[in-house]
């Protein structure tokens, strides 16, 4: 028996603790002008800490000239490369050719003179570049890839695939239509400008008829989400409902574009009851929202009211990108609690463990997230302009440089589709919420270790006895397949796990009969040995087509009988309004 020690008190009563003394005025007021500086100073960073950049300049500076003959023999290497370039050039060595995904100098015309030695001068200088950002040693690793990215930014800046007239691409194009591609590329720099200041992208899309156009109804709406449920269109359904919860970084009905890729009509064609939340777009009012608010009031109401509506029928909760992350950790307090309303936990393009949490990692240090902190203060919320910057940053030549070769010198007029709609469409962040989840999960990694606290306790993601379908795509740069695997490691049940082709829009909005996909899938039984991520990829061999159907048949083999849908909502919840609902349309 555990001895439970009882302080004594000599009044038969704790002293009373006094909470510490207000700071001076002048400490309070210092510390908003820092704060209105900061958020000055990012508007020229793109939200990147001065010192966040300056500091990891600084280390590999100060490695290299502390290393005074291994950097003076870079510039032997640098002569070493010129000669190879010259080589090339009369035939002595066989061209390099660019990283794949370098997609700069695919055209024709760079592999012909005078354009050839252009690229092959741009591919050996990037060579040179990247082995003298890792030629010292002893700088921290985390810093090196702070310097390493940086330099890629701006030699990516001045890459002569940028430069109009030493670009064969746009002087062809120029010729050919004798300067109207330079106009062309006027109009649409206007139209992307008017779109970025809450313009409409194109006419052709309206919320509710072209996009988020499946019938449904909002029944359940706080201060946070509107719940939808989704009319059924077969004569019976699963007894399970179905609950997406999206990440509130992005509007939910990227799960519902046009009818032939929504993913929620075409659940709903399977036979689901179907219930998705939808997010409010937070503006200042919102900056004190918690990262447990939305769990709380997002996840958690959504679940009460699902099964108001569904009565006692378990849930088959799924959830996307942020949305799973957070959707994990409510389903790990659930179990903590013996709350067993789930029947499964479907996680597309969602992060556990942030250990090898890719290149948006980069820039998540303590003096960056303190810079952010005060950006946000100052305006109450992230914006989704500083959001959708930083992830074009990360794919910079496809993101960034490309579209502007191709839209605004060569003058393409790309057709406007679905998902460029939904992706104009963004969202803002509360700025408690973003930076306790910055903090406590990408800098700490306090889910994986088990220091991510619901209700004032730990909660372990080993506790969730659920059967979990876990996809992950191949090329995600902002959620790596690998580290989305990680949640493998950290729990050891039955745990389904889908590789995907695509990206991480892309790859998860993969209709059934979209030509050129794949995926790989492989069930782990629970207790059964866990394989690596590169020894997982070896041995699962990929197959055609879209892991929707796989996670159709998955679901069946977790879901009960077929029942009579139920109806649209509940007597103490009645339909508000048709969907896709009011808050998606906030701007």
């Known amino acids: 028996?555990?001895?439970?020690?009882?302080?004594?008190?000599?009044?038969?009563?704790?002293?009373?603790?006094?909470?510490?003394?207000?700071?001076?005025?002048?400490?309070?007021?210092?510390?908003?002008?820092?704060?209105?500086?900061?958020?000055?100073?990012?508007?020229?960073?793109?939200?990147?800490?001065?010192?966040?950049?300056?500091?990891?300049?600084?280390?590999?500076?100060?490695?290299?000239?502390?290393?005074?003959?291994?950097?003076?023999?870079?510039?032997?290497?640098?002569?070493?490369?010129?000669?190879?370039?010259w080589r090339i050039a009369v035939g002595g060595e066989k061209a390099i050719s660019p990283l794949p995904g370098d997609h700069r100098f695919a055209h024709p015309a760079w592999r012909q003179p005078p354009y050839r030695l252009i690229t092959q001068a741009v591919l050996l200088g990037e060579e040179w570049r990247d082995s003298v950002v890792r030629s010292q040693r002893g700088v921290d690793p985390h810093n090196e890839r702070i310097v390493a990215f940086s330099v890629r930014q701006w030699l990516d800046l001045v890459s002569p695939s940028n430069v109009p007239w030493l670009n064969p691409e746009v002087i062809e194009a120029t010729r050919a239509s004798r300067g109207a591609n330079l106009t062309e590329g006027l109009r649409n720099?206007?139209?992307?400008?008017?779109?970025?200041?809450?313009?409409?992208?194109?006419?052709?899309?309206?919320?509710?008829?072209?996009?988020?156009?499946?019938?449904?109804?909002?029944?359940?709406?706080?201060?946070?989400?509107?719940?939808?449920?989704?009319?059924?269109?077969?004569?019976?359904?699963?007894?399970?409902?179905?609950?997406?919860?999206?990440?509130?970084?992005?509007?939910?009905?990227?799960?519902?574009?046009?009818?032939?890729?929504?993913?929620?009509?075409?659940?709903?064609?399977?036979?689901?009851?179907?219930?998705?939340?939808?997010?409010?777009?937070?503006?200042?009012?919102?900056?004190?929202?918690?990262?447990?608010?939305?769990?709380?009031?997002?996840?958690?109401?959504?679940?009460?009211?699902?099964?108001?509506?569904?009565?006692?029928?378990?849930?088959?909760?799924?959830?996307?990108?942020?949305?799973?992350?957070?959707?994990?950790?409510?389903a790990a307090a659930m179990a903590?609690?013996?709350?067993?309303?789930?029947?499964?936990?479907?996680?597309?393009?969602?992060?556990?463990?942030?250990?090898?949490?890719?290149?948006?990692?980069?820039?998540?240090?303590?003096?960056?997230?303190?810079?952010?902190?005060?950006?946000?203060?100052?305006?109450?919320?992230?914006?989704?302009?500083?959001?959708?910057?930083?992830?074009?940053?990360?794919?910079?030549?496809?993101?960034?440089?490309?579209?502007?070769i191709r839209d605004?010198?060569?003058?393409?007029?790309?057709?406007?589709?679905?998902?460029?709609?939904w992706n104009a469409d963004g969202t803002r962040l509360p700025a408690r919420m973003h930076i306790e989840y910055l903090r406590g999960l990408f800098l700490k990694n306090d889910l994986a270790e088990g220091r991510f606290r619901v209700g004032g306790r730990p909660v372990a993601l080993d506790d969730m006895k659920l059967p979990l379908f876990v996809v992950g795509t191949e090329h995600d740069h902002i959620a790596p397949w690998r580290s989305v695997f990680k949640l493998s490691l950290l729990n050891d049940g039955e745990l389904t796990f889908v590789l995907t082709s695509g990206g991480h829009n892309a790859g998860i909005v993969s209709e059934p009969g979209h030509p050129h996909r794949h995926f790989r899938i492989r069930v782990r039984e629970a207790g059964a040995r866990t394989l690596g991520p590169d020894e997982w990829e070896h041995d699962t061999a990929p197959q055609d087509g879209s892991w929707w159907l796989e996670w159709d048949a998955w679901l069946d083999r977790h879901s009960g009988m077929r029942v009579d849908p139920p109806t649209m909502g509940a007597r103490n919840l009645l339909p508000l309004c048709d969907a896709p609902g009011t808050y998606v349309r906030e701007r």
Not at 376 to 399: E, H, P
Not at 411 to 421: F, I, R, S, Y
């Open 189 to 330: 720099l206007l139209r992307d400008a008017t779109a970025a200041h809450g313009g409409a992208l194109a006419d052709a899309f309206t919320l509710g008829v072209d996009l988020a156009a499946t019938p449904g109804k909002v029944v359940f709406r706080n201060a946070l989400i509107e719940l939808i449920q989704y009319a059924p269109t077969t004569p019976t359904v699963s007894a399970e409902p179905l609950l997406i919860v999206p990440a509130w970084i992005m509007k939910y009905y990227i799960l519902d574009l046009s009818p032939g890729n929504s993913l929620i009509r075409w659940l709903a064609g399977q036979g689901r009851t179907v219930f998705a939340i939808s997010w409010r777009n937070p503006g200042a009012e919102m900056r004190d929202t918690s990262f447990d608010d939305y769990r709380a009031q997002g996840v958690m109401a959504a679940i009460d009211a699902v099964q108001t509506i569904c009565g006692d029928a378990k849930i088959h909760a799924t959830g996307y990108c942020l949305g799973g992350t957070l959707l994990t950790i409510a």
């Open 408 to 421: 605004y010198l060569v003058g393409e007029q790309v057709e406007p589709n679905d998902l460029m709609a």
């Open 336 to 404: 903590r609690d013996g709350d067993d309303r789930l029947a499964s936990l479907s996680l597309f393009a969602a992060q556990t463990d942030f250990t090898e949490a890719g290149e948006l990692q980069l820039f998540i240090t303590t003096d960056q997230l303190d810079f952010l902190d005060d950006i946000m203060r100052t305006r109450g919320y992230l914006s989704s302009a500083q959001m959708g910057g930083s992830f074009q940053m990360l794919r910079s030549n496809d993101l960034v440089w490309s579209h502007a």
């Open 1 to 85: 028996m555990t001895a439970v020690f009882t302080p004594v008190f000599p009044s038969g009563s704790p002293p009373e603790i006094l909470p510490p003394p207000p700071s001076p005025p002048f400490v309070t007021k210092a510390a908003d002008f820092d704060r209105i500086l900061h958020d000055w100073q990012s508007r020229f960073t793109g939200g990147t800490s001065p010192s966040t950049l300056g500091l990891a300049c600084l280390d590999w500076a100060a490695h290299a000239a502390n290393a005074p003959f291994q950097t003076a023999e870079l510039g032997r290497t640098a002569i070493e490369q010129w000669f190879r370039l």
